[in-house]
């Protein structure tokens, strides 16, 4: 690749970095003054959170069932099926149903927010809040913003619950394990900086989908087809960023709380 490309490139992806980190530090601001828009932060709540309820749950109980076939299936050849409900319990909490309920979100309310911001964009609507003097980062970015890191911390919770009980299920119908036993290795093997990872990292991960959706969609420049671009965009995105953050994000808590 000629070096004039190589230099372009990194410009861009500096620009686009700056910009993307102008408007996080703007939108957590915004946060924390005046005026609020509470009904459109309800409003978004429903809409990224009450929504994505049904595919978190349907994602979550057979992620558990999936994980407690193949936990009794493998546990068995050492006589270790006591260890199944330890097992679930631990990966559930700490990893699959955080990055899960985030990737089902990333997917379903990433895509959303960029495609209805990059139409609002490409149809001159924020030009025109703008000349009105509306603060479209306060009106359209801290909406969303809180609602995905309201949202995604109690999907997770559902998510984790009912992960377990799809497990609980499994177990329940492929060993001769008392419900109670179960229940009792999930929560006995559970420390606090389990529980503590579990719920900090759909924290981070709300605010990457929210900062990289709007971001995405606020840049669109272009007509209906690049709308659809920007949506797949921000997916890919949040994907990546979602799954390589947890990997540091683990390593930190590990650091800290081994």
């Given at each position: 690749?000629?070096?004039?490309?190589?230099?372009?490139?990194?410009?861009?992806f500096?620009l686009?970095?700056?910009?993307?980190?102008?408007?996080?530090?703007?939108?957590?601001?915004r946060?924390?003054?005046h005026?609020?828009?509470?009904?459109?932060t309800?409003?978004?709540?429903?809409?990224?959170?009450v929504?994505s309820?049904?595919?978190?749950?349907?994602?979550g109980?057979?992620?558990?069932?999936?994980?407690?076939?193949?936990?009794?299936?493998?546990?068995?050849r050492?006589?270790?099926?006591?260890?199944v409900?330890?097992m679930l319990?631990?990966?559930?909490?700490?990893?699959?149903?955080?990055?899960l309920?985030?990737l089902?979100?990333?997917?379903?309310?990433?895509?959303?927010?960029?495609?209805?911001l990059?139409?609002m964009?490409?149809?001159?609507q924020?030009?025109?809040?703008?000349?009105?003097?509306?603060?479209?980062?306060?009106?359209?970015?801290?909406?969303?913003?809180?609602?995905?890191?309201i949202?995604?911390?109690?999907?997770?919770?559902?998510?984790?619950?009912?992960?377990?009980?799809?497990?609980?299920?499994?177990?329940?119908?492929?060993?001769?394990?008392?419900?109670?036993?179960?229940?009792?290795s999930?929560?006995?093997?559970?420390e606090?900086?389990?529980?503590a990872?579990?719920?900090?990292?759909?924290?981070?991960?709300?605010?990457?989908?929210?900062?990289i959706?709007?971001?995405?969609?606020?840049?669109t420049?272009?007509?209906?087809e690049a709308?659809?671009?920007?949506?797949?965009?921000?997916?890919?995105?949040?994907?990546?960023?979602?799954?390589?953050?947890?990997f540091?994000l683990?390593?930190?808590?590990?650091?800290?709380?081994?």
């Amino acid at each position: 690749m000629p070096l004039a490309a190589v230099e372009t490139s990194v410009k861009r992806f500096l620009l686009e970095a700056d910009l993307y980190a102008r408007l996080v530090f703007k939108t957590l601001a915004r946060v924390f003054s005046h005026p609020f828009y509470g009904r459109e932060t309800i409003y978004q709540l429903q809409r990224i959170g009450v929504d994505s309820l049904f595919i978190i749950l349907l994602t979550g109980i057979f992620t558990g069932m999936v994980l407690a076939l193949q936990g009794v299936t493998v546990l068995t050849r050492f006589g270790a099926t006591s260890f199944v409900g330890s097992m679930l319990g631990l990966s559930i909490v700490r990893e699959l149903g955080p990055v899960l309920a985030a990737l089902m979100v990333a997917g379903r309310v990433g895509s959303s927010i960029t495609a209805e911001l990059g139409t609002m964009a490409v149809t001159e609507q924020l030009d025109a809040y703008a000349v009105e003097g509306t603060d479209v980062v306060r009106k359209l970015v801290v909406p969303r913003f809180l609602a995905c890191l309201i949202s995604l911390p109690l999907l997770t919770v559902l998510a984790d619950t009912i992960a377990l009980f799809g497990g609980f299920v499994i177990v329940g119908t492929m060993t001769d394990l008392y419900a109670g036993f179960y229940w009792n290795s999930v929560v006995d093997f559970l420390e606090l900086p389990d529980l503590a990872m579990g719920l900090c990292k759909p924290l981070f991960f709300g605010l990457v989908i929210a900062s990289i959706g709007c971001h995405v969609g606020l840049r669109t420049v272009g007509g209906a087809e690049a709308v659809g671009v920007a949506a797949k965009r921000s997916v890919v995105l949040a994907s990546i960023f979602i799954l390589v953050s947890d990997f540091f994000l683990t390593k930190l808590f590990l650091v800290f709380f081994r």
